[in-house]
């Protein structure tokens, strides 16, 4: 499998579940403003959505979205035990993780990353702030988003955070959240994944 990814960006998250699963994916680092790939050649011919993650499977497809990656590695390998199984309850709440983190979460920051006015910015940072207090709330009595197992949306919610240092979000009024920011940071694949992208020395 190839991992086309830029660091620190959503494609992060993917490459954590990779890793938790015990897969050392190929890498393909892409410059998201110029759309071209660390070899040269032009991001859009290999995904026209043009923009990360993007997985090419073995077989040769692509495979983009990020909550849709992480679930397909998630169900190749039901041993390293990232998912609950198709079909649960359990599942259908995971990806009700998924989605919230998605929507609510990930697509605020877009405003802090673009430029935007500030009345934009902070509409986006109020409504990243609400989120975070209902995260916070769940994440103050479970160590985990899906309870005591840790899960790909929890690798997704790690990812999310660390966007917080980039705009300048304090974390501190979150403990919760600081917390698990710690123990998700400790996990071997997690710094593994952060140390493959340049992020960790």
Request: overall charge neutral; charged content about 25%.
């Amino acid at each position: 499998m190839k991992l086309y990814y830029s660091p620190g960006a959503c494609s992060l998250s993917p490459h954590i579940v990779l890793r938790e699963a015990g897969v050392d994916p190929a890498l393909m680092k892409v410059d998201l403003r110029a759309k071209k790939m660390e070899n040269g050649e032009d991001f859009l011919a290999t995904n026209p959505k043009g923009y990360v993650p993007a997985l090419q499977l073995d077989n040769g497809e692509l495979l983009t979205e990020g909550p849709a990656i992480i679930q397909y590695i998630a169900d190749l390998h039901p041993e390293a035990k990232l998912a609950p199984a198709p079909g649960t309850l359990e599942r259908a709440r995971l990806q009700e993780w998924l989605n919230f983190i998605s929507t609510e979460l990930h697509k605020s920051f877009t405003p802090l990353f673009r430029g935007a006015g500030d009345e934009w910015k902070n509409a986006a940072l109020d409504n990243i702030k609400r989120r975070f207090d209902a995260v916070a709330e769940r994440l103050s009595a479970h160590p985990y988003l899906m309870g005591d197992t840790y899960t790909v949306a929890d690798a997704y919610l790690f990812t999310v955070l660390g966007w917080c240092g980039f705009v300048n979000i304090d974390l501190s009024p979150w403990p919760a959240l600081q917390a698990f920011r710690e123990r998700v940071g400790a996990r071997p694949a997690v710094q593994a994944a952060m140390r493959a992208e340049g992020l960790l020395k």
